[in-house]
């Protein structure tokens, strides 16, 4: 019996024809080949990416240092950049000073302020000022320097005293009309551009520039009493600019609801009832309008008395540094004050709001 020889069966791979085998071979390496690129090249690119970054932030380009050699560093720090009230500030003013130029366009002066006559008040406080000036000067004469015999010592001292009081108080009296302003009138350009040219022209040569190119196109000029307590004095007349007119306070107040079309015309409607009323009223009582105007009269000069006491219907105001008193309870303001609000300097003090807030 003969033993067969076992021949290892080869795994069956398809035809082993040279053809087919070739052709095989060809397709599977042309759809190998893409993706081998295809996971190949982002893994390359991202490799050559990373190293160059890292070498740029490692190692900085000879043209990067050569400018950096050649170029030094400011060391000036940078200009603050404005804050938002700053902003806020110059937006504000903005109009204001639009609206002060448009009025000095015109030809002629624009009366912003003028402040009432107020004859009764100045008269009654140059009356009681003498008149409280005189009583101390003869009561100090005659119990102080002219003492009757057999007089205490201290009759004197007190009668001194008294006359001392009296002479201050009419020193007040006097003093109230002093510094009030008369009228404050906004320029025309031509005007302010003379008045520049002649305060230059003062400075001198080496400040004419100077003053020329700080003149500015606004001027506002202010008449006011002067400080001293003497009548028929010529007023004080100041220019300056909007902004060396410092108020304490607004010259209008707006109020609180504003009454519609309808309302208006009902209160002008009572307003015209109320006068033709009072007109009724003066023509059938003629034998008692003589007592009427008398208790007027009192009137006005008891209300000035009182404002000489107290001051009340005055609002501080600054002018180029000093204090003067504007008239608050009549007058004319141009717009009902607000004119003088756009274009004058305001700082509010609370005192002198709650002052205004009660006179008007």
Partial sequence: MSHAITVPVPRCRGFTNPVVVLVRTSLETSIQRPSHT??????????????????????????????AAVTPRSSQPKPAQPSASAALARNLQAPQTGYAQ???????????????????????????GLFGVMAGGVNIWFNVYNVPEGTSFWVSY???????????????????????????????????????????????????AKAA???????????ARRTSPFPFVPLKRM???????????????????????????????????????????ERDHLMTAPFRDGARAAGTIFAGIRRGLT??????????????????????????????????????????????????
Wanted: charged fraction near 25%.
């Fill in 38 to 67: 295809t996971s190949r090249a982002p893994l390359q690119w991202t490799r050559r990416s990373l190293i160059t970054s890292r070498g740029l932030r490692a190692k900085p380009s000879g043209k990067a240092k050569a400018t």
């Fill in 102 to 128: 448009s009025l000095a366009s015109k030809s002629t002066p624009t009366i912003l302020y003028e402040a009432a006559p107020r004859r009764a008040f100045l008269m009654s406080s140059y009356a009681a």
């Fill in 158 to 208: 007190v009668f001194g005293a008294v006359g001392f009081m009296m002479a201050a108080l009419g020193t007040r009296f006097a003093m109230m009309p002093a510094s009030i302003v008369r009228s404050i009138t906004l320029l025309p350009a031509a005007a302010a551009a003379a008045a520049a040219t002649a305060q230059s022209a003062k400075a001198g040569a080496g400040a004419a």
């Fill in 213 to 223: 190119s700080a003149a500015r196109p606004v001027l506002l000029e202010v008449k």
């Fill in 239 to 281: 220019q300056v600019e909007p902004q060396q007119v410092v108020m304490k306070t607004r010259l209008y107040t707006p109020p609180k609801a504003e009454p519609s079309p309808y309302e208006r015309i009902a209160m002008r409607r009572e307003e015209e009832r109320r006068r033709k009323e009072a007109q009724q009223y």
């Fill in 311 to 360: 001051g009340e219907g005055f609002m501080p105001i600054e002018v180029d540094g000093a204090k003067y008193k504007l008239d608050i309870t009549g007058g004319y303001a141009l717009e009902d004050g607000r004119a003088l609000d756009r274009i004058v300097k305001i700082e509010e003090d609370p005192g002198a709001v709650r002052l205004a807030s009660q006179s008007r």
